[in-house]
C-alpha cells in the first residue's frame, strides 16, 4: 500500500511551548486510524498541520509526497472541525445547499450547480442515508443526522482520505452506533483512509486499524489498544502539566 | 401614465430606488448570517464623513463617500481578524467612533448644513442625473457579483474553515465583500439616508427569514420585499408628502409585522389539524 501521509521529525509550537515535538508518522492508502489523547495534546493541531493550516518550525509534512501547506489538491481530503456542529442553527439553508455548496472548486467561472453535481450531491446524500432530507433546513435535523450531512458535505468532493475531529461530542448512543456503521461502510467499500480523535478508546479501538496516542508532546503511532486507559489519561494530565500546560491552546 | 411618474426627478428616483431595493437586501443576507448587520450602521456613519468632506472641498459627495467607506470597511475586515479576533462589535464601534469625530467636525467646517441633511435622512428630490449615472451601473455589479459568486459567499458565511477548504479564497472574498457592503452603502445614502440605511440591510432579511425555507428562498424573498418597501415608500411618500427614507423603512417594518402574523396563522393552523388528526384517530379506534 502506498503511504498518503509522512511525517518527520516534525516539530510545531504556539508562541514559545512546542505543542508536538519531533513528531514521526506514516499513514498508509486504505488505514483507519484513530487519534487518542488528552486536550491539548496536539491532535487537533496535527489534523491542522496535515491540513496545511498551519507549518511546522522542524521537520516535514508530506501528503501524496508534496508538502502538506502546498496541497493543490484540497478536494481529496476532507475534514469534519471540531466545532461544525457549533454553527448557528438558525441559518437558513437546506441539507442539498450545505452539501453542494461544497462543490465550489468545480462549478467553473460561472459558479452554477450544474446537473451532474446535482447528482453528486444526491449520490453523497444517499451513502449516508440522508437524500430523504434533502429539502429540508439543517437546523431542525437532530445532532446525528446533522452529523451525517457533514459527512455528505465531505463526500461529496469524494475524496481520498477524510479527518474527523471528536465528530461524536454531544451525540446520542443510537447516533454513534450509525455514525460508525456510515463510516465502516465508507472505508470498507470507497476504500477512504479514514483518522479520527476520539476520546473513546474503548469503542474505537474495536473500529480502527491503528490507534496513535498522544502524549506531551509525543505520539506513540501503535499504541496498543488493550491497556488501561483511564491511568494513560491520568499519566498523561501529570506530564502534560510539566512538559505542556493545559491553557495553552485549545484543541 | 400615472401623475407620479411625469415627473424626472420621480422617475430618477424609481430607478435608483429598485436597484438600492435589490441590492441592499441581497447583501444583508450575507451579513446578518455573518453577525454583522451593524456595519450598515457603522459605515453609513464614516460614509458621512466623505460626503461631509465632499461638501467641504467643493468635490461630488457621493464619490468621497465611497472612498471612505471602503477605506473604513478595509479597516474593520482587518481589526476584526488581527486586533480584535471575536470581538467583531469592538471594531465596529472604534471605526464608527472614528467616522462620527471626523463627520462632526466636517459638517461644522462647511456651511451647508441642509445638503449633510439630505444624505442623513435622504432625499428623493435631490436625485440628480449624475447619482443615476454612479449608482445604477456600481448596484448592478455589486448584484451580479454576489449572484456569480453566491456559493462562495454562502460558505464564508455558514463556516470560514470549511469554506477555506473547499477552494474558496476567504481572505479575499471577506475583503471584496466588505468593499461591496461599503459602495452599497454610500450608494443609498442619497435616497434612503445614512441613518436609514441600516434598517434595509435588516428589516427585509429579518421578514424573509420568517417564510424563506431555504438559502435561495432567503436571498429571493429578502429582495422580493426590499423592492416592495422601496415602490410601496416611493409611491405613499409622494402621495401623502412624506419623508421617502422614513416612508421605505417603515414599510418594511410593516412587511415584518405581516410575516409575523403569516407565520402564527400558520403555527395555528398546524396545531389544529394535529387535534383534528388525534381525534380522527380516536374516533376510528372507538368505532373499532
Known sequence: MNEIIEIKEMSFAYEEKWVLKEVNLAVKEGEFLAFIGPNGSGK????????????????????????????????RVGYISQNVRDFNHSFP???????????????????????????????????????????????KLSGGQ????????TLVT????????????????????????????????????????SHDLHVISSQVNRIVCFRGGKIFPHCSSEFDYNDYIRQARKEDKLLIPSHQHEE | MLEIFS?????????????????????????????????GHTLSHVALAGVALGIFLGVYPVSLAIIVAV???????????????GYAELSLAIIL??????????????????????????SISLVTRQDLLLIVPLGVVVGVGVLIYYYGFFSVAFNEEEAQLSGVPVKIFNIIFMVMVAVVVALSMRIIGGLLISSLIVLPVAASLQVARSF???????????????????????????????TIILTSVSLLLLTFVFKGIKRVSKIKELILGEKRVGNEKGTG
Open chain 1, 44 to 75: 487537533s493541531t496535527l489534523f491542522k498541520l496535515i491540513l496545511g493550516f498551519l507549518k511546522p518550525q522542524k521537520g516535514h509534512i508530506r501528503i501524496w509526497g508534496k508538502p502538506a501547506e502546498k496541497l493543490s489538491a484540497r478536494g
Open chain 1, 93 to 139: 439553508a437546506t441539507v442539498g445547499e450545505i452539501v453542494g455548496s461544497n462543490l465550489y472548486q468545480e462549478m467553473g467561472f460561472f459558479k452554477l450547480m450544474t446537473p451532474a453535481l446535482t447528482k453528486r450531491v444526491n449520490r453523497a446524500l444517499k451513502l449516508v442515508e440522508m437524500l430523504d432530507f434533502k429539502d429540508k433546513p439543517i437546523g
Open chain 1, 146 to 153: 446533522q452529523q451525517r450531512v457533514f459527512i455528505a458535505r
Open chain 1, 158 to 197: 469524494e475524496p481520498d482520505l477524510i479527518l474527523l475531529d471528536e465528530p461524536l461530542v454531544g451525540v446520542d448512543q443510537e447516533a454513534q452506533n450509525d455514525f460508525y456503521r456510515v463510516i465502516n461502510q465508507l472505508h470498507r467499500e470507497l476504500g477512504i483512509t479514514i483518522i479520527m480523535i
Open chain 2, 7 to 39: 415627473y424626472s426627478f420621480m422617475q430618477r428616483g424609481f430607478l435608483v430606488g429598485n436597484v438600492i431595493g435589490l441590492v441592499v437586501p441581497l447583501i444583508g443576507v450575507f451579513l446578518n448570517l455573518k453577525r454583522l448587520s451593524l456595519i
Open chain 2, 71 to 85: 477605506a473604513a470597511a478595509i479597516g474593520i475586515e482587518n481589526l476584526r481578524h488581527s486586533g480584535y479576533r
Open chain 2, 97 to 122: 467612533a472614528s467616522g462620527l469625530g471626523l463627520a462632526t467636525i466636517l459638517i461644522s467646517l462647511s456651511d451647508s448644513n441642509v445638503a449633510v441633511y439630505s444624505y442623513l435622512f435622504g
Open chain 2, 216 to 246: 435561495k428562498g432567503t436571498v429571493f424573498y429578502s429582495m422580493l420585499f426590499g423592492v416592495i418597501s422601496v415602490n410601496t415608500g416611493l409611491f405613499l411618500s409622494f402621495y401623502w408628502d412624506l419623508a421617502p427614507g422614513g
